[in-house]
């Protein structure tokens, strides 16, 4: 589980076909968007159906070993629903929430093995690193006493994760990286390697330090593009339509040199103002990430949506601020390694 707040950021997706077609049993059950543009329920609903009962996910879990459903239908944690209900419209995200509302989830689903990923940026819910270590202390310390054998990994949050944010567009990366696409963005399927390289661990007959290079065989291979398939087909296959947003504008760097900076809460306000995630086609697409060198007037990220006044906001919004820094020199840290 992410504690969220990093734009795109779609790696259950890839972890969970990974882990299950390795054979472990990994039930997801995630939320919908809180304060981001798409959570991993509204991304998976892109691709099949995610309202289960507690009754068909028992049996969707026995026969795939894996499963992405929404939490709510499957009344895991109903008092955490009507929370999440208040603290949606507020933009409320408070860390003891958090917590309580993550490791409840996973307690009522039968969870006894977790790996929880702290992004830690600029922009992210976690912005410094004593911040991370000491909420890293308190899942460690509720996980303990909830018996749940809990492992957390510090990752790199200083900019979104793939080049899709809104429910249509990640889709389409998780897709592409399934498929092993030469264009598939490298930072998705990187991350998602080294979580489900983590978990792969928790199997006793896998050595300490084996788990990634078994994750990147299952995903290579095709193993787990095919459990995926799979898991879509058992929850209920939609048809599925992965062109994002008819409603097109590109936003252009303004001046040259590389870019330094990218702020996550801001890019995931302008895929909030073009519709996301209510409107599943609606969101940003991304050209260029950190470190990236441009000229001005070149491209950035390309804003979909599918309704005019969305559109316009979204336009405006962007144009006022346009969420990137672009500086003389590579003005930005080395990436920081998950531990």
Known sequence: HCIGGIPGNRTSMLVVPIVAAHGMLIPKTSSRAITSPA??????????????TPQQLRDLVRQQRGCLVWGGTAKLAPVDDMLISVERPLGIDSQGQMVASILS?????????????IPVGPTAKVRQMRQA??????????????????????????QPIGKGIGPVLEARDVMQVLNNEVDAPADLRQKSLLLAGRIIEFD?????????????DILESG????????IIKAQGEKE??????????????????VVTHIDNFQMAK???????????????????????QVIK???????????????????????????????????????????
């Open 39 to 52: 959570g991993t329920a509204d991304t998976m609903e892109v691709l099949a159906n995610i309202n289960l």
């Open 105 to 117: 989830k996973k307690l009522a689903a039968g969870s006894t093995h977790l790996i929880i990923d």
């Open 133 to 158: 270590l000491a909420l890293r202390k308190l899942f460690e310390f509720v996980g303990d006493q909830l018996n749940i054998h809990l492992e957390v990994m510090i990752t790199d949050g200083r």
């Open 204 to 216: 006793p007959d896998v050595r300490g330090g084996q788990g990634y290079a078994i994750a990147r």
């Open 223 to 230: 193993r787990a593009c095919a459990k995926m398939n799979d």
């Open 240 to 257: 599925i339509d992965l062109q994002p947003g008819k409603l097109c504008y590109q936003i252009g760097a303004d001046r040259d040199g």
């Open 270 to 292: 302008i895929a909030g103002i073009a519709g996301a995630p209510m409107v599943k086609k609606a969101g940003v697409d991304l050209f260029k990430k950190l470190g990236d």
């Open 297 to 339: 007037g070149e491209s950035l990220y390309q804003i979909h949506a599918e309704f005019p006044a969305d559109f316009n906001f979204a336009k405006k919004l962007a144009e006022k601020n346009n969420a990137y820094s672009i500086g003389e020199h590579e003005q930005i840290l080395k990436p920081l390694i998950a531990f």
